[in-house]
């Protein structure tokens, strides 16, 4: 914990924390929730036991039905209230296995896998020539018919950055390029994987379909292997490919969120929600993605159940079949429209075990100083002030979409999409003072915002759906 | 130059460019300009020639004026019209020596440097009681009088980002801790450095004292030392230290702004100005701050002005003590009054030799498909889109604050403040391959700016000065 900083000395001055709603009280219980969290190994504990006991956790398997009994087993062993699993159905779907070859005159075989939802090849897989495009945007400009009986390759490459805003560019290629290079005739899709490392591991993630369009399989290369297929096609521009999928799209399947509540000691229907997802993706063990968000949350409850008094309810809520397309959330949001306007306010931790650096808010401008007065107290771990347009994260944004307030605290995601959707998405890449880091944060945050008078409301302008 | 990816496969695509002002052929200029960036050393060649002959170049000092001369004599030899200085006056600023110990019953050395702009101690120095202040908050907290015959101690980690945003919260003590400390009866300001680096080199930068409110000496610690300082003051609160500062103001000296074009084909008095600044810090050799942003500039406006025909010239200005307080650049706006709306368009590189991953704007919104069509040049050199609120970098801000066009082209920052303002600011700290790829977007960016139909405008709500 060299890192932290949390002196206190004593005499310390006044918070200033007049007209924020935030009694000097709890900024002092949360400090002493900071100071917790750095020797608590609750958190670790359960990220060890999720990703070791269960492991690789898909949307709607098997194995992440074994998840909802094991959080429901940690949540009550915890002293969390109200432990339930909320049941809803969603579409499957089945990896099976994978080949891709390079024709003559350079035949070897490329590193791939199929995105999350493809659909597989016929027996004997797809051969045909290779159509390289640069971006998503030299595709669209492509004419429709204009691919027929080829392959459609996307090769731009992802941006490195701390708040991973290079993803959102890169990921455009995996979500729409399969209906895009449908519409213009393909047969297959191929495309970089939207990812940072070069560990010969291609991130696997969802392909969006569209009404109306044939699907087509949908494959990534790794970085490794894209950078050899550019070499490839400078010798020749259309070398043909072979690709074989045996992934397929099953029936109707069951998943399920999972929720527990530390019940507020005064305004027990008010809740501050905080959100993470139990399912991953299922090549890795789901140790970043998400299973520090689901550490994270449920521990910091757990130490405000534990050593505070919360005003307000804390609610956990640890989504099922995120990746598929946040159907979890969407099952949630459309449960819950009636006791909606009890939510005082959204949180997600779901970007890894990174430390929270920045806090964004989603809240009415009047309560920016309640805001301010929260940032306070968790600027020694250094977090710094941040944007007015967060949406708390990638499930609970279907909450803030719906009018929820909402605050994310921003992590460091530099090196978050080297592991993100790969087989290396493991254990060992967790380092336990970040994740410590993050339940302090959150542990303080929650309790603050559970007391804080007057609660929160949502902004004039509701962010959009992550 | 393997990261980068200028692939340019026979056949490209329609580069999409309709209503956007930007013509395939100046696409297709700028693409060859991004080659020649990859193997040009003109860059390198200036960045190690301004390290070496030159050295470190206080604003205002000897130093400054023959990097004037440097830069004079290199811009004509790479070509440049109309070289030329433009002189200004400013307060000047001597370091002297610096001395900071513990008094008992811990007596040891700390190692400090003072902050630019800093006034010396009486001989002897001052020795008093330290308070320590968590954050300037605290210290704005403090009641006026409360620190009569102490030395005020500002204790706040800068939090490491990729966009340098730790910083702005950061300088906060060291731009206003002084008067702030002053005007609640402070001796002397101590700090810790606005730095994130643990090399027990201390980060200097310039004090702002405040008008009517005495000015007391102000110095900064290493981070190492900082931390010493915090565990000391756990074992004693009000610990004494003796500081000595032999630092002083001189009188009104001499400084200055150098500037050469390449001139424009079409529209000569049209203007894409490009900033950087010629002056550094003492302590090292103005490597990354900012003989890069000197390098990048001007081999980016050298090969336009080798290889292609701009339209509108290209303005490269190198200002002259940006350090002590944007001297040079206020200067500038001051005597450019009148022909300030013939610039179209301005940018700084006064953030080290990362690279660059983004591109903001601050023009008219009219303008922003003209400014994608760039973006999508840049694109394979992984720079994303980004916000649209640049003011171009901290010189050029006073031009954008005054109503010009602005682009910003963000780097990486993440180690950045490892170096900034310490003797650590050396030439081997630059990759070669990122200065490279800076000059190509450069090169790009100028090229394709200057023959764009119709230019550029500023944006609705001008951006503020940084």
Redo the contacts between chains.
Sequence with gaps: MKTF?T?L???A??L?LANTGLAQESAQTAKMLIEKAQTSTIGWDLLESLTTEIGPRLGGSEAEARARDWAVNKLTMLGFSNVHIEPFEMDGWQRGSIALHVGNPYPQRLVATALGGSIGTPVGGITAPVV????V??LI??PVGSLKGKIAYV???M?????G??YG?AVQKRGAGAALASERGALAIIIRSAGTDYQRQPHTGGVRYKEGIPAIPAAALSNNDADQL?RL??LK?DIPLTLSMSSKRLGRVKSGNVIGEIIGSEYPDEVVLLGAHLDSWDEGTGAIDDGTGVSIVTAAATLVGKYAKPKRTIRVVLFGSEEPGLIGARAYVKDHKADMDKIIMVSESDFGSGRV??MDTGIAKADEAKADAIL?VL??L????GERTASGGSDVSALSGAGAPAISMVQNG?DYFDLHHTPNDTLDKVDPDDLAQNIAVYAAFALMVANTEGGFHAPEKPAAED
Excluded: I, M, Y
């Design positions: 900083n002196l000395l004593a005499g001055l006044s200033g390289r495009f640069e971006t945007q030299d400009d492509a090769a731009d490459k941006t490195r950055t701390q708040r805003s290079g560019v550019d096609l400078r521009a650096w920045r306070r600027r020694p250094g977090v710094l002030p530099w």
